[in-house]
């Protein structure tokens, strides 16, 4: 496959589609995506949802085409095949169960450690068992935060233990796998740089992707939180777009695309 001219990675909830009682999704996004392929260029949803949910979410607001990729639980890599079965890209995921599988193991202790800290300190429930790593869920964002105070204070030895928030939920998570290093292997998969990839996300586990790194084309829409929004604008290629969810994705993205174009020389 030849590398895409461009290479799109978009957060699902509250970036791609908005909740009630605002308007779910931009009229003007399926077209969009069409012609994202239709110039030889690639998008794909990056999510903290499951591979599942996350097509569940697409039939439901009837969007397409479909992704060209799906990063799911903000770690894994999927691709379609040309009979809409979903399999692994390379052997990242595979890896990547892998390293969580050997993190949990080592990580036990600690995690038991901070189970009783934030059982005992908050009104958080733990939720174990549903998948590889255990996650938190709060009653509120405010709790969320001293959660993270909580855990940053009580791992701060350990380089391997991160976790990755989006509102009052919580995973823990392997430091070495969050939506940021998996859209960088998507990325050498096909041969396309930095330079080349554009990125919309609007919370706190969308910021390893929008960071310049990582992505030269960063943007949020203006329901993202201030610390999102911070980091777009915080340097060059970043903005905030004018609307929530993919309104403002949209429109941020043609800002900054049509800012490319006028930059260039003349022929």
């Given at each position: 496959m030849a590398a895409p001219t461009f290479l799109f990675s978009f957060d699902f909830d509250g970036t791609l589609v908005d909740e009630p009682p605002h308007p779910i999704i931009n009229p003007g996004l399926n077209g969009f995506l069409e012609s994202v392929q239709t110039q030889g260029s690639l998008w794909a949803v990056n999510t903290g949802r499951t591979l599942f949910q996350a097509l569940d979410g697409i039939a439901e607001h009837k969007i397409r085409p479909l992704p060209d990729f799906i990063m799911a639980k903000e770690r894994e890599l999927y691709a379609p095949t040309q009979f809409n079965r979903w399999v692994d890209v390379g052997d990242w995921n595979k890896r990547c169960q892998k390293e969580h599988k050997r993190f949990i193991k080592t990580h036990r202790k600690l995690l038991k450690r901070v189970r009783a800290l934030l059982?005992?300190?908050t009104k958080v429930q733990w939720v174990e068992g549903m998948e590889e790593t255990p996650g938190v869920i709060a009653?509120?964002?405010?709790?969320?935060t001293k959660v993270c105070g909580y855990i940053e204070e009580e791992t701060q030895n350990?380089?391997?233990?991160?976790?990755e928030r989006n509102s009052i939920y919580l995973r823990f998570s392997h430091a070495a796998y969050h939506k940021g290093s998996v859209l960088q292997?998507?990325?050498r998969h096909l041969g396309v740089s930095k330079e080349r990839i554009c990125v919309a996300g609007d919370n706190h586990n969308d910021m390893s992707m929008l960071c310049p790194t990582v992505a030269d084309y960063r943007v949020c829409p203006n329901n993202a939180i201030p610390e999102v929004q911070s980091l777009v604008t915080g340097?060059?290629?970043?903005?905030?777009?004018?609307?929530?969810?993919?309104f403002g994705v949209l429109e941020g993205i043609q800002r900054l695309l049509s800012a490319e174009t006028q930059e260039q020389p003349a022929p």
């Open positions: 059982e005992a300190e009653t509120s964002d405010d709790e969320m350990d380089d391997v233990l991160s976790y292997e998507l990325a340097s060059p290629g970043g903005l905030i777009g004018n609307g929530r969810a993919s």
